[in-house]
């Protein structure tokens, strides 16, 4: 990537702000009237020229104004943009919603989706914590019949998954306290994913009762803890309101994509943790997603990972706002 001296920044991010602020292609003469950079009208557009050349704007057929690339938007997201651009109205509102009542921690991701969505506007999707990864903190039997039982297990993020599993023989009170003990000894501490084969071997030679109660306990448990991640979604009907979305081919890339709720996972399980990633345009390995930008970031709560938020927009996306309110978010959910 060429270096560009201060000035070409300067302009370069003028036009990125002035292209996302009206959707309209960028002349010379509204980033010298709007942008105060005490430059004449032919000097930004000798630099605009020169950016054209070296491809971090381009011209569109339609107007003589210029609109950024690709290339243009990732200079901006890695060194230009202002990541404090969040008002006290916005901070307020953000505080407001983070101290609402939480009975889970599947309920903060989604309240952190919505507060992120209504403010900026934008789709936003977000998934838990990779279940097997979690630790188990409890296991709890409750009998519900005598061949019924509701097994409820709780992870150390907060995480709650339940399940019913049914037998093909009695069990009582007594066994069901026996299994609570022998499970909660065996696995507490440990990942989800320790509920496996050897798992269902160790509690059988630790038992007295038979491989018909064991077996289909651990089958159930091991079927719970790898479900389908569940994929929150929020103002998908705000995204259709962007000038973007007028061409048919982007909206329906667009319906296509949050329909398929395998791809949208994909996208929010890339990345590093604690980072936020920028994905703008063909940067993005899905043909589909090429008209748009994906912004995620890994959600902590008391330094516990409970997921990941991703919001969805075209490449014409205020990255600012978008990245400065995921900030305020992640901090306000890690306590700081």
């Given at each position: 990537?060429?270096n ?6 300067k302009i370069?991010?003028?036009i ?12 010379s003469?509204?980033?010298a ?14 630099e605009?020229a020169?950016?054209?050349?070296v ?7 339609t ?38 009542k939480v ?8 309240i ?22 979690q ?6 039997f409750v ?32 066994q ?19 509920i ?18 064991i ?9 719970t ?7 929150y ?25 949050i329909?398929?709720?395998e ?6 399980n ?5 980072d936020i990633?920028?994905?703008?345009g ?10 748009f ?13 409970i997921?990941t938020i991703g919001i969805?927009g ?15 978010i992640?901090k ?5």
């Open positions: 990537m060429q560009l001296d201060n000035r070409k920044k370069l991010q003028a990125v702000e002035e292209y996302i602020n009206t959707a309209e292609p960028v002349s003469g509204s980033i009237k709007k942008y105060g950079l005490d430059l004449s009208s032919a000097t930004i557009r000798n605009m020169d950016l054209e050349k491809g971090y704007i381009e011209k569109q057929h107007s003589s104004g210029r609109v950024p690339s690709a290339k243009g938007y990732r200079l901006y997201v890695d060194e230009l943009l202002n990541d404090h651009n969040i008002s006290l109205a916005e901070i307020k509102y953000i505080q407001s919603k983070l101290i609402e009975n889970e921690i599947e309920d903060l991701t989604k952190a989706t919505s507060t992120i969505s209504e403010i900026t506007h934008y789709t936003t999707v977000a998934i838990g914590p990779k279940a097997q990864m630790a188990i903190e409890e296991i709890k009998l519900l019949g005598t061949r019924m039982l509701m097994a409820v297990i709780l992870t150390d993020t907060g995480l709650i998954k339940e399940t019913m599993i049914k037998f093909d023989q009695d069990i009582n009170e007594d069901v306290e026996t299994l609570n003990i022998i499970f909660n000894n065996k696995l507490k501490g440990k990942p989800l994913e320790a496996d084969k050897p798992l269902e071997q160790y509690i059988f030679s630790h038992m007295n009762y038979s491989l018909g109660v077996k289909p306990i651990v089958n159930q448990l091991n079927k803890v790898n479900e389908e991640e569940k994929v979604l929020e103002g998908a009907n705000k995204s259709f309101d962007l000038p973007e979305f007028k061409s048919l081919e982007v909206a329906k890339n667009f319906i296509n994509l329909d398929q709720k791809i949208v996972a994909d996208l929010l890339t990345g590093f943790a604690n990633n920028v994905y703008i063909n940067e993005n390995e899905n043909e589909k997603l090429k008209d930008s994906i912004v995620t970031f890994k959600h902590k709560y008391k330094n516990k990972d997921g969805i075209p490449t014409r996306m205020n990255y600012s706002k978008v990245i400065s309110v995921m900030k305020y992640s306000k959910l890690n306590g700081e």
